[in-house]
């Protein structure tokens, strides 16, 4: 069954570096979100992707976010100056139409530790 | 602000029983909603999807919508030990793509 793949699995940064995550959407999906579950709270939409653009943002994707997608491939989500509070896993997640019934599908998750 | 809520439980049921899980959301404009299952640690995983108001069958479990009420709630019938899990109510809007998550609600499943 197609997944969704994310790298890394867990990533240790110091407060201050940038981090980049790293996901392979499943192969016919064409929009590409990121969501975020800072440990006990509930999965947060930071941002959803379509057509080499993002379609959507939350509040949180503020300016130390971005995102982007490299080759036909890979997804990225690039946190610039991790704080003690990005601490989180991130969740990438495809679908293959954004609206009606369709199902996002998520990756197993980047669990993202900043010390 | 879109809204889902969710009771957060813990919801304790025995082996065989069966277990009701409800939420409620803001947006009336939406338009699709899930049920999705995360054990600790792990990712979502979708159990099921309902779009138009009634019930919705597959195996052991049933998802109920009503937009009037804007509740959806699901049931897991012959609920088993490995049904012991945080259960995430997840609405999408009329407008974006984006799927807007309640906080879960955690079931404990004796046997």
């Known amino acids: 069954e197609p997944e969704v793949t994310q790298t890394p699995s867990h990533q240790v940064t110091q407060m201050g570096q940038e981090v980049i995550l790293r996901c392979v959407p499943i192969s016919n999906h064409l929009y590409f979100y990121w969501y975020r579950q800072i440990l006990g709270q509930k999965v947060e939409f930071l941002v959803s992707?379509?057509?080499?653009?993002?379609?959507?943002k939350s509040e949180i994707f503020d300016d130390q976010f971005s995102v982007e997608r490299p080759d036909g491939s890979n997804f990225t989500l690039k946190i610039r100056s991790t704080k003690l509070e990005d601490s989180a896993m991130y969740f990438c997640a495809s679908s293959n139409l954004p609206s009606g019934g369709n199902t996002i599908y998520f990756g197993e998750g980047s669990w993202l530790t900043v010390v | 602000q879109k809204e889902v809520e969710q009771n957060s439980g813990p919801l304790s049921v025995p082996e065989g029983a069966i277990a009701s899980l409800n939420c409620t959301y803001s947006d009336r404009g939406s338009q699709s909603f899930f049920w999705y299952r995360q054990y600790s640690g792990k990712s979502p995983e979708l159990i099921m999807s309902?779009?138009?108001?009634g019930d919705k069958e597959d195996g052991r479990f049933t998802a109920q919508l009503n937009k009037a009420s804007q509740y959806v709630s699901l049931l897991i019938r012959d609920s088993q030990p490995s049904d012991s899990a945080t259960y995430l109510c997840?609405?999408?809007?009329?407008?974006?793509?984006?799927?807007?998550f309640g906080k879960g609600t955690t079931l404990s499943v004796s046997s």
């Open positions: 309902i779009y138009s108001n």
């Open positions: 992707f379509y057509n080499n653009e993002i379609s959507e």
């Open positions: 997840a609405v999408r809007g009329q407008a974006g793509t984006a799927l807007i």
